[in-house]
């Protein structure tokens, strides 16, 4: 099973993504793969043979600012939701997506989880993954630093941010092979360090989860929330409280997991998804 790697240019900002063609049907609607941060597609590398085998085409971009993707300058690209939110439907558009699943995860996924809120004619299922979806939520100290003045600018330049990032919020050693490809593109250029810190500099969580918990609760389409109960950051009280009142939603718990669930243990959400993406 082979993971394309593929480019497009959508206006003038160019998205990397992975992809795969689905394996013995193509009649089930497509997946759309959202990482978080601190995180890329690759984080996906394992789950989309997974799904493309179960009949699933599979399609996870980099963000605009991270991983592969363009890392635009701050002054012509504002690292806001709206912004993020639109550059995606561009995207979406560009590459021929009509109906499909979506997945989302971590503290970029709330931006995949508002394109779903916002266009549910189109997304017809939706699978959130250690995401935040209450106001309680805080970004973690961890992320919040690399967003401080002078502070964030010298974190967010070390490439060994991502090891105590993606390492830290699960307590699982990536293998070196791994963790190089999520280091390169600190290595290869400053622009992945500023184009973060300008991230989490405006994700405007307070607003961007008041439109999530306002939206999930008129949700009428199937809704998983897989959760890494390990996770350091993302508490489960909220998501356990939204499934308790809601009509669609099922929760299923990924236990030993921690805030990066297809990063610490993919089968366990590679099984997650098929089992939500194939009922009926």
Request: a neutral charge.
């Given at each position: 099973m082979t993971t394309g790697e593929n480019w497009v240019e959508v206006g003038s900002l160019g998205w990397f993504y992975r992809e795969a063609e689905p394996i013995g049907r193509d009649d089930?609607?497509?997946?759309?793969?959202?990482?978080?941060?601190?995180?890329?597609?690759?984080s996906w590398r394992?789950?989309?043979p997974a799904l493309a085998e179960q009949g699933f085409r599979t399609i996870a971009p980099d963000w605009?600012?991270?991983g592969y993707s363009d890392k635009p300058d701050r002054?012509?690209?504002?690292?806001?939701?709206?912004?993020?939110?639109?550059?995606?439907?561009?995207?979406?558009?560009?590459?021929?997506?009509?109906?499909?699943?979506l997945v989302a995860q971590g503290f970029l996924g709330s931006i995949g989880i508002q394109y779903a809120l916002r266009h549910p004619q189109q997304v017809d299922r939706l699978a959130i993954l250690n995401a935040p979806i209450s106001?309680?939520?805080?970004?973690?100290?961890?992320?919040?630093?690399?967003?401080?003045?002078?502070?964030?600018?010298?974190?967010?330049?070390?490439?060994l941010l991502v090891d105590?990032?993606?390492?830290?919020?699960?307590?699982?050693?990536?293998?070196?092979?791994?963790?190089?490809?999520?280091?390169?593109?600190?290595i290869k250029s400053s622009d992945a360090g500023r184009a973060l810190m300008a991230t989490l500099q405006n994700l405007q969580l307070s607003q961007v989860t008041a439109e999530i918990e306002t939206g999930l609760d008129?949700?009428?389409?199937?809704?998983?929330?897989?959760?890494?109960?390990?996770?350091?950051?993302?508490?489960?009280?909220?998501?356990?409280?939204?499934?308790?009142?809601?009509?669609t939603a099922e929760f299923v718990a990924l236990e030993e997991v921690?805030?990066?669930?297809?990063?610490?243990?993919?089968?366990?959400?590679?099984?997650?998804?098929?089992?939500?993406?194939r009922r009926r």
């Open positions: 089930r609607s497509p997946v759309l793969l959202l990482h978080g941060l601190v995180s890329q597609s690759y394992n789950v989309i605009i600012g991270c002054r012509d690209f504002a690292y806001t939701p709206e912004v993020l939110l639109n550059a995606l439907e561009e995207f979406i558009n560009t590459i021929g997506l009509k109906k499909f699943s106001q309680t939520v805080q970004l973690p100290w961890k992320l919040k630093q690399m967003s401080i003045p002078l502070v964030g600018d010298m974190l967010t330049q070390n490439p105590r990032i993606l390492e830290g919020a699960g307590g699982y050693r990536i293998k070196d092979q791994d963790m190089d490809i999520y280091r390169r593109p600190w008129q949700w009428d389409q199937p809704l998983l929330m897989a959760w890494g109960i390990r996770d350091p950051w993302l508490s489960s009280e909220p998501v356990h409280t939204l499934v308790r009142s809601h009509k921690g805030h990066y669930p297809q990063e610490d243990w993919h089968e366990k959400v590679s099984e997650a998804l098929v089992t939500f993406l």
